[in-house]
């Protein structure tokens, strides 16, 4: 008699697997674990399901908006796992491509707006990236900064002269010596000689 509730139960446990479908409510992976449990609990009983025919199972329980996902997955190793989790990025995906159009004709909302809000801002950092939201702090001029300035070699000229002209002038206030007028303090950015007027 024993063997007889055994047999039954293993085919109950049997026909619910055949029948579990997931209907998009919850996630892929609730989904995955109410089937583990299924197959936790026909092991116990003494029916074991091998990975393939676990896999076969499980794929069959998906939903027709899977299948050509299903078709183009190939896993020789049947990792539920592994499909569950490829199958909730595509599924993201899908979604992102199906806001996306939606945005594009105006009727965008939902829970994936602010993830296609954040792709749009990345994209406006890109543009600052190649120069079109730069202005230089040399000339003000925006699409380049001061060290790649066109302008900016001869400014930069004209303010080491006047930077070095003021080093002058504190090095000979500070020796007080007509003398050490004609060379620059040490360390000076420029090699030519400097000339005193007396």
């Given at each position: ?119 749009s801002s990345s994209s406006k950092r890109q ?8 202005t230089c702090y040399g000339c003000g001029k ?51 000689p400097y000339l005193t007027t007396h």
């Amino acid at each position: 008699m024993f063997g007889a509730k055994k047999h039954g139960l293993q085919s109950v446990l049997m026909t619910k697997l055949h029948l579990t479908k997931w209907d998009g409510s919850g996630t892929i992976h609730s989904h995955r674990d109410a089937m583990v449990n299924l197959r936790t609990e026909l092991a116990d009983a003494g029916t074991t399901i091998s990975d393939q025919s676990f896999h076969e199972h499980f794929t069959n329980s998906l939903p027709s908006s899977l299948d050509l996902f299903i078709t183009l997955y190939d896993d020789p190793a049947y990792d539920v796992d592994l499909l569950c989790d490829k199958s909730a990025k595509y599924e993201m995906r899908h979604k992102l491509a199906d806001t996306k159009a939606g945005k594009a004709e105006g009727t965008s909302d939902g829970p994936l707006a602010l993830f296609d809000q954040q792709a749009s801002s990345s994209s406006k950092r890109q543009g600052m990236r190649d120069g079109k939201h730069i202005t230089c702090y040399g000339c003000g001029k925006k699409g380049h900064i001061k060290s790649k300035c066109p302008d900016g070699e001869n400014k930069d000229k004209t303010r080491n002269e006047k930077h070095e002209e003021k080093q002058v002038e504190r090095f000979n206030a500070a020796k007080g010596t007509e003398a050490n007028k004609q060379r620059p303090p040490t360390g000076s950015l420029s090699t030519r000689p400097y000339l005193t007027t007396h």
